[in-house]
């Protein structure tokens, strides 16, 4: 619910001006108008007139009836102004009030038998598992954004053709669906830029797999390589992707944001059919799906499986044993613990979760479905980047009339 409903209707202007205790309004002779909207422990002040110098809240006496007539008739382009800032305002705020889970919670893909995937939710032990989707089209690759506000993903509800994702937003209830861009394209395995502001995504074209940056309000993207499956880096300044031709054997190559220069990942060997790259949470190590073999069989695919790297490409650590088919390694957010893919007895994919230290892996997932690992956030290790309500008053915005 917007908040201008609240307390902005030209209408109702004089009646809230003496009665509404959430959102009071204010009219003087010097032409200022104040609007106080507390809502969530926010105050938000729109300034307008010549001489508004206080920022902060203050206590304007109500005016004379014929007063108040008088300055209602003649700000009647003003109240307009008003109305429709207000309008934006109230937009923006809504999407900044979207909650963060108070725990830490696994995002996640899930197929039951003859179904399309949904978009999940569930514990890092792997209960109080929740349908946040419920949609007829299949909903696929679902990552947290950094303050764990928003969970984007890829879904092909515009139905142009199996497999033609398109990136969207919902908040983490499964509420508020809606598309990044408004023109529909191929994209998807998203990531987040550390800051919440920028994404980078695989985008679509015949004969090619191209990566882009966008920013998350969807009106700029951009083409910066040739690749796919990109990961962000926790510092934001290189984003890691897959490159090579779709037959060939495929490396990871670094992207630098700022100049677009690319390099290779410096592996202690030449990596041959290396995919799901993923960063630590310090940056400091890469964890990937890889087929350790320097000629690759058919059936050597079943021998592919989870490696740990160093940033500068020592340190080459096997974390799954070969035969398990473990795939699509995601760190826990304390960096201590591993989420991926494998099959099960039952040739179903679940989900699992190795422990660093200990090289114990649980079954977080079972049954006769398809569990596609997604993304884990946890409050107590999120970084705010955006205002968080319960702590800031922000000044969002002043309007003066010459």
């Not at 009219?27 to 507390?38: A, D, N």
């Not at 995002?107 to 978009?119: L, Q, S």
Request: with cysteine; hydrophobic share 35%; net charge neutral.
């Amino acid at each position: 619910m917007f908040l201008c409903y609240l307390s902005i209707n030209l209408g109702c202007l004089k009646r809230y001006h003496k009665s509404c205790s959430s959102s009071s309004f204010y009219l003087k002779k010097e032409k200022i108008v104040k609007i106080r909207l507390i809502w969530y422990k926010w105050i938000v002040h729109i300034h307008i007139g010549k001489d508004s110098e206080s920022r902060y809240p203050t206590y304007i006496p109500p005016l004379g009836e014929q007063e108040e007539e008088e300055l209602l008739m003649r700000q009647s382009t003003l109240t307009l102004l008003c109305l429709f800032s207000s309008v934006l305002l109230g937009m923006n705020v809504c999407a900044v009030f979207a909650k963060a889970p108070d725990t830490a919670k696994i995002v996640f893909a899930k197929a039951n038998v003859g179904e399309n995937r949904d978009i999940y939710l569930m514990n890092p032990d792997g209960s109080e598992q929740v349908n946040l989707t419920k949609h007829r089209a299949d909903d696929i690759t679902p990552v947290w954004s950094p303050t764990g506000e928003h969970i984007l993903f890829a879904s092909d509800r515009e139905q142009k053709a199996w497999g033609t994702w398109d990136l969207y937003l919902m908040e983490p209830d499964g509420s508020n669906v809606r598309k990044v861009f408004d023109k529909w394209q191929i994209r998807t395995g998203p990531t987040w830029s550390p800051d919440g502001k920028r994404i980078a995504y695989s985008y679509g074209e015949i004969g090619n797999d191209l990566l882009y940056i966008g920013t998350i309000d969807g009106k700029e993207e951009e083409r910066v390589a040739i690749g796919y499956s990109p990961a962000w880096s926790p510092d934001g300044t290189e984003i890691i992707f897959r490159s090579g031709a779709l037959d060939k054997p495929r490396r990871f190559s670094l992207l630098k944001v700022r100049t677009n220069r690319q390099t290779f990942f410096p592996f202690p060997k030449e990596p041959k059919w290396v995919r799901y790259p993923a960063w630590s949470p310090r940056g400091d190590k890469l964890a990937f799906t890889w087929t350790n073999r320097a000629e690759l069989r058919r059936e050597d695919f079943v021998l592919e499986t989870i490696y740990i790297v160093n940033r500068d490409g020592t340190g080459l650590q096997q974390v799954i044993e070969e035969g398990q088919h473990a795939v699509g390694p995601v760190w826990s957010p304390n960096g201590n613990e591993l989420l991926y893919n494998a099959i099960d007895a039952n040739t179903d994919l679940q989900i699992y979760k190795i422990s660093l230290d200990t090289e114990v892996s649980v079954q977080l997932t079972d049954g006769p479905s398809w569990n596609y690992v997604g993304d884990w956030f946890d409050p107590a290790y999120a970084l705010s980047v955006s205002p968080q309500p319960q702590l800031l008053t922000t000044l969002w915005g002043e309007l003066k009339r010459e």
